[in-house]
T-cell receptor
């Protein structure tokens, strides 16, 4: 069975602070994909990043960066210099390869960025 | 290009009724998946359809059914509604069925169903 755990239910930061959202996953598969999605109040899930299990390179995209560590089954997401527009619920998700496109989501972390 | 569209936006039903939710995928996408998101939880996978065939099913009762049409749009039907079916129902489309790296799922805005 696959499982994604996001232990942080809610995080509040002041604008321009850096914030890290944690994600720990469980799977017996040797190959898999990991994702981060953003869900603003409108409800639509916005794709942020996909990471293959065989590629442990960290990635940076503007103010966003991701730290994938297979040894600890973690895929953490950092927002540098947070902005009010970053306020949303963030979901980490896991998907098996070669089968149906089923995504297994964590319970999400609500990020509140204030002025 | 239009994204994934879903209708209706909101829906209120009473227990025991039946409901049909609709989804139109991104043009060119042949796979549609449905997810249920209960308030405060992550989305839970319900179904995946590809080329009008069911390719995956989550742990949901038989009251939930779906189908995909020749134009790749899809409907999700829920019979004998229960209070616990109140949720945001999300539709996602992707180019094809398999979990290839470039086969990202793009989500629609969802249909918020309230069962009274």
């Amino acid at each position: 069975a696959q499982k994604v755990t996001q232990a942080q239910t809610e995080i509040s930061v002041v604008e321009k602070e850096d914030v890290t959202l944690d994600c720990v996953y469980e799977t017996r598969d040797t190959t898999y994909y990991l994702f981060w999605y953003k869900q603003p109040p409108s409800g639509e899930l916005v794709f942020l990043i996909r990471r293959n299990s065989f590629d442990e390179q960290n990635e940076i995209s503007g103010r966003y960066s991701w730290n994938f560590q297979k040894s600890t089954s973690s895929f953490n997401f950092t927002i540098t210099a947070s902005q009010v527009v970053d306020s949303a619920v963030y979901f980490c998700a896991l998907r098996r390869t070669g089968t149906a496109s089923k995504l297994t989501f964590g319970t999400g972390t609500r990020l509140q960025v204030t002025l | 290009d239009a994204g994934v569209t879903q209708s209706p936006t909101h829906l209120i039903k009473t227990r025991g009724q039946q409901v049909t939710l609709r989804c139109s995928p991104i043009s060119g996408h042949k796979s549609v998946s449905w997810y249920q998101q209960v308030l405060g939880q992550g989305p839970q996978f319900i179904f995946q359809y590809y080329e009008k065939e069911e390719r995956g099913r989550g742990n949901f009762p038989d009251r939930f059914s779906a189908r995909q049409f020749p134009n790749y749009s899809s409907e999700l039907n829920v019979n004998a509604l229960l209070l616990g079916d109140s949720a945001l129902y999300l539709c996602a489309s992707s180019w094809r069925a398999h979990g290839e790296g470039y086969n990202e799922q793009f989500f629609g805005p969802g249909t918020r169903l309230t069962v009274l």
